[in-house]
């Protein structure tokens, strides 16, 4: 896709229990391939990824956006 202006806005991580699949490295990964400036993170019932989605999305030049 090469509308840069598309984010991510409803993800479960593997912080989402019985949900998530996705891997948090491997979705800052994706989510620069993708030219992505930012991404959502909607894990259900918990903020157990928060502090881990936040330093891996910074540390990749990512604006990390909370959900729930």
């Given at each position: ?5 598309f984010?991510?806005l409803?993800?479960?991580s593997?912080y ?12 800052m990964?994706e ?32 604006k ?5």
């Amino acid at each position: 896709m090469s509308d840069h202006s598309f984010v991510h806005l409803h993800l479960h991580s593997e912080y989402s229990i019985l949900d998530g699949m996705c891997r948090l490295d491997r979705l800052m990964e994706e989510v620069k391939r993708q030219k992505m400036w930012a991404v959502g993170l909607t894990d259900h019932g918990n903020m157990y990824g928060a502090l881990d989605f936040y330093n891996k999305a910074t540390s990749a030049g990512i604006k990390p956006i909370f959900g729930c």
